[in-house]
């Protein structure tokens, strides 16, 4: 079946813009989880979602960050004013159920703000 | 709250060798420990996993040991081969909480 999916898989955008990242889990994940992973770096967690409780935004790194997802579905990671710090990789993960299940990740986007 | 160190950050073994990288937790509450594989400009991949009722679980040339009463855990990787070169993260997941990342692990096969 279809795997976790990202779009776009590359955004360049000038210092100061907003930018929305989006993430297609896998049908029937209750879990979606977004990191960040900077430039031969690790995973820097930033959001969990479990089904209907309030997500864990522990992990977001400053209040220009938010996310959303809708039920079960499709999540947004939004960018406001975006700096040159922000440039990495936005990887989304979703798991069948909380987090000691398999987590599949997508493919990324590639933030470059320049 | 939990704390997951992972060592070294960069592993050099000939190709048939073994390699073993490290891990260790703060919480003693953590249950469950996953591994995952990222090979250059890919996304990580769950390679081998363990919950803390496990003290070992092998799936072919990988392995995985808990040691719970010293809080850490090891990834051993037998007769290395060129496959293998990746970067290896470890992670901990203490009680109703997400998990909690190692720094991650180059490992480098040499031919």
């Known amino acids: 079946g279809a795997g976790v999916s990202q779009s776009p898989s590359n955004k360049v955008t000038e210092k100061g813009k907003d930018v929305e990242l989006r993430c297609d889990p896998i049908s029937g994940h209750t879990a979606l989880y977004w990191y960040r992973q900077r430039l031969g770096q690790g995973l820097e967690f930033l959001i969990y979602?479990?089904?209907?409780?309030?997500?864990?935004k522990s992990g977001l790194p400053s209040d220009r960050f938010s996310a959303e997802r809708t039920g079960e579905s499709v999540s947004t990671l939004t960018i406001q004013r975006t700096q040159q710090e922000d440039s990495a990789v936005y990887l989304c993960?979703?798991?069948?159920?909380?987090?000691?299940?398999?987590?599949?990740f997508g493919p990324g986007t590639r933030l470059t703000v320049t | 709250g939990e704390n997951v160190e992972q060592h070294p950050s960069t592993l050099s073994v000939q190709e048939g060798d073994s390699a073993v990288i490290k891990c260790t937790y703060s919480?003693?509450?953590?249950?469950?420990f996953p591994w995952y594989k990222q090979e250059l400009g890919k996304r990580p991949q769950l390679i081998i996993d363990?919950?803390?009722n496990v003290g070992e679980k092998k799936d072919q040339r990988i392995a995985v040991t808990l040691n719970k009463t010293a809080k850490h855990f090891s990834l051993h990787i037998t007769e290395t081969q060129p496959e293998d070169s990746a970067v290896y993260f470890c992670?901990?997941?203490?009680?109703?909480?997400?998990?909690?990342w190692g720094a991650g692990t180059k490992l480098i096969i040499k031919p």
């Open positions: 979602f479990q089904g209907n409780s309030a997500p864990d």
């Open positions: 919480d003693s509450a953590s249950n469950y």
């Open positions: 993960a979703s798991s069948y159920g909380g987090s000691s299940y398999e987590q599949y």
């Open positions: 992670a901990a997941r203490p009680s109703n909480y997400q998990l909690i």
């Open positions: 363990i919950r803390s």
